[in-house]
């Protein structure tokens, strides 16, 4: 099967990973991709939805290799009063080298891994993340949560998608404080902030793998929208 999409160069992972990236765009319009276009980029990215086995299979034909799963999630969010046990807290610029620190340590095992990243990246990709969301230039806000000495324990950042749609960034634990409902009561921060924005839809995505994740989302009530596949490949991946 011929695969008809265009390649969108992705600048900023290019720079940021020193790696020539691209991205497939699919398009029943666009002429079918050759060796020849997908070798003048080091990484070639695809994400397919789950159902289009043959645009799986015509990927796998071209080199293309399977990375990770991600199941993407819908919550609704309702009028009723949510109580969450602190008031919302905004994180400032001054929290920023902490939750980079963070997200460093807890953001290790995603799609961006070996062999198509180094070790670290995965890890520097989500502290440059949550940087953005307490600045406001990517996520729009970053939520603490602090323990009674006003230590961080955990995060969530959130995007105004606009239409009364949301969608949650990140979301962590600071290691060590685990099994303690950090998780829930991030989500229920999420969702007042949600309330307080009148916004009616929080979407979140999440890896197939995170098994932890999808059971406190589907705990507070989210649906699996769509489910998707990341397949890669390398200039130098076999045909």
């Known amino acids: 099967m011929s695969i008809h999409a265009n390649l969108e160069s992705l600048a900023w992972e290019s720079q940021f990973f020193g790696l020539s990236t691209a991205r497939l765009n699919?398009?029943?319009?666009?002429?079918?991709?050759?060796?020849a276009d997908l070798d003048k980029y080091a990484l070639v990215q695809a994400k397919v939805a789950s159902q289009q086995t043959a645009i799986i299979d015509g990927l796998s034909a071209l080199g293309f290799s399977f990375v990770e799963g991600e199941i993407d999630l819908l919550l609704s969010i309702g009028s009723e009063d949510i109580h969450p046990?602190?008031?919302?807290?905004?994180?400032?610029?001054?929290?920023?080298?902490?939750?980079k620190a963070v997200a460093a340590r807890v953001f290790t095992a995603s799609?961006?891994?070996i062999p198509w990243y180094?070790?670290?990246?995965?890890?520097?990709?989500y502290a440059v993340?949550?940087?953005?969301?307490?600045?406001?230039?990517?996520?729009?806000?970053?939520?603490?949560?602090?323990d009674e000495h006003d230590q961080i324990v955990g995060f969530v950042t959130l995007r105004d998608l606009g239409n009364r749609e949301a969608r949650i960034g990140l979301l962590a634990a600071v290691p060590g404080n685990h099994h303690q409902g950090?998780?829930?009561?991030?989500?229920?921060?999420?969702?007042?902030?949600?309330?307080?924005h009148q916004i009616q839809r929080l979407r979140v995505a999440t890896q197939i793998s995170n098994t932890t994740a999808l059971r406190l989302y589907t705990r507070r009530g989210a649906l699996i929208e769509s489910t998707a596949y990341w397949l890669y490949r390398g200039r130098n991946d076999s045909i």
Request: proline fraction near 3%; aromatic fraction near 8%; charged fraction near 20%.
């Open 111 to 113: 799609r961006f891994r």
């Open 182 to 196: 950090i998780g829930t009561k991030l989500m229920s921060a999420a969702q007042q902030w949600c309330q307080n």
């Open 129 to 146: 993340w949550v940087e953005k969301a307490v600045l406001g230039t990517f996520d729009h806000e970053c939520l603490l949560l602090n």
């Open 118 to 125: 180094q070790p670290d990246d995965s890890g520097r990709f």
């Open 85 to 99: 046990e602190q008031a919302l807290l905004s994180a400032k610029k001054e929290d920023i080298p902490v939750l």
């Open 26 to 35: 699919f398009s029943s319009g666009s002429t079918a991709l050759t060796v």
